[in-house]
Protein backbone atom coordinates (compact mmCIF):
# COMPACT_ATOMS: atom_id res chain seq x y z
CA UNK A 1 0.00 0.00 0.00
CA UNK A 2 1.26 3.62 -0.77
CA UNK A 3 0.56 6.03 1.54
CA UNK A 4 0.02 9.97 0.90
CA UNK A 5 1.95 12.71 2.12
CA UNK A 6 -1.52 13.50 4.26
CA UNK A 7 -1.17 10.10 5.86
CA UNK A 8 2.53 9.67 6.67
CA UNK A 9 2.94 13.57 8.39
CA UNK A 10 -0.37 12.98 10.06
CA UNK A 11 1.45 10.11 11.99
CA UNK A 12 4.77 12.13 11.99
CA UNK A 13 2.08 14.78 14.23
CA UNK A 14 0.60 12.37 16.16
CA UNK A 15 3.68 10.82 16.77
CA UNK A 16 5.33 14.31 17.81
CA UNK A 17 2.17 14.89 20.04
CA UNK A 18 3.14 11.50 21.91
CA UNK A 19 6.78 12.33 22.87
CA UNK A 20 5.49 15.42 24.08
CA UNK A 21 1.86 13.70 25.93
CA UNK A 22 2.50 14.96 29.43
CA UNK A 23 4.04 18.26 29.06
CA UNK A 24 1.42 20.25 27.96
CA UNK A 25 -0.16 21.37 24.79
CA UNK A 26 2.11 21.33 22.26
CA UNK A 27 1.84 24.25 19.47
CA UNK A 28 2.15 23.46 15.81
CA UNK A 29 4.51 25.46 15.08
CA UNK A 30 7.15 23.67 17.11
CA UNK A 31 5.97 20.37 15.68
CA UNK A 32 6.32 21.80 12.42
CA UNK A 33 10.10 22.86 13.08
CA UNK A 34 10.66 19.60 15.01
CA UNK A 35 9.17 17.54 11.84
CA UNK A 36 10.41 19.72 8.80
CA UNK A 37 6.94 19.80 7.69
CA UNK A 38 4.70 23.28 6.96
CA UNK A 39 2.46 25.14 9.52
CA UNK A 40 -0.15 25.13 6.76
CA UNK A 41 0.03 21.23 5.93
CA UNK A 42 -0.13 20.85 9.37
CA UNK A 43 -3.16 22.77 10.22
CA UNK A 44 -5.05 21.21 7.15
CA UNK A 45 -4.26 17.28 8.93
CA UNK A 46 -4.91 18.51 12.08
CA UNK A 47 -8.62 18.99 11.18
CA UNK A 48 -9.91 15.94 10.71
CA UNK A 49 -8.03 14.18 13.82
CA UNK A 50 -10.06 17.19 15.70
CA UNK A 51 -12.93 16.24 14.58
CA UNK A 52 -12.57 12.13 15.14
CA UNK A 53 -11.66 13.19 18.99
CA UNK A 54 -7.70 12.23 18.69
CA UNK A 55 -6.57 15.42 19.48
CA UNK A 56 -8.63 18.44 21.45
CA UNK A 57 -7.25 22.37 21.37
CA UNK A 58 -6.38 24.42 23.76
CA UNK A 59 -7.03 28.20 23.66
CA UNK A 60 -4.80 31.11 24.90
CA UNK A 61 -1.36 31.82 25.04
CA UNK A 62 -0.32 28.58 26.61
CA UNK A 63 -2.21 27.22 24.05
CA UNK A 64 -1.65 24.57 21.47
CA UNK A 65 -3.14 21.07 20.81
CA UNK A 66 -2.77 17.88 23.10
CA UNK A 67 -3.87 14.11 22.48
CA UNK A 68 -7.72 13.56 23.57
CA UNK A 69 -6.69 9.78 24.58
CA UNK A 70 -3.71 8.11 25.96
CA UNK A 71 -0.93 7.84 23.13
CA UNK A 72 -0.56 3.84 24.11
CA UNK A 73 -4.91 3.79 23.05
CA UNK A 74 -4.40 5.04 19.35
CA UNK A 75 -3.05 2.88 16.25
CA UNK A 76 -1.43 4.08 12.97
CA UNK A 77 -3.46 2.09 11.32
CA UNK A 78 -6.72 4.07 12.50
CA UNK A 79 -4.79 7.41 11.75
CA UNK A 80 -4.19 6.28 8.52
CA UNK A 81 -7.96 4.76 7.85
CA UNK A 82 -9.23 8.04 8.74
CA UNK A 83 -6.81 10.54 6.52
CA UNK A 84 -7.14 8.24 3.76
CA UNK A 85 -10.55 7.76 4.47
CA UNK A 86 -10.06 4.36 4.48
CA UNK A 87 -8.09 1.33 3.83
CA UNK A 88 -8.20 -0.69 0.83
CA UNK A 89 -5.28 -3.38 -0.11
CA UNK A 90 -5.94 -3.24 -3.29
CA UNK A 91 -8.36 -0.92 -5.29
CA UNK A 92 -10.50 -3.42 -6.52
CA UNK A 93 -11.03 -4.76 -2.66
CA UNK A 94 -14.18 -2.15 -2.03
Do not use: F, W
Not at 35 to 42: H, P
Not at 76 to 84: D, G, P, S
Amino acid sequence: MKLSTKSRYGTRLLLDMAQHYNQGPVQLGDIAKRQNISVKYLEQIIIPLKKANYVTSVRGPKGGHILARPPEDITVAEIVALLEEGIALVECSD
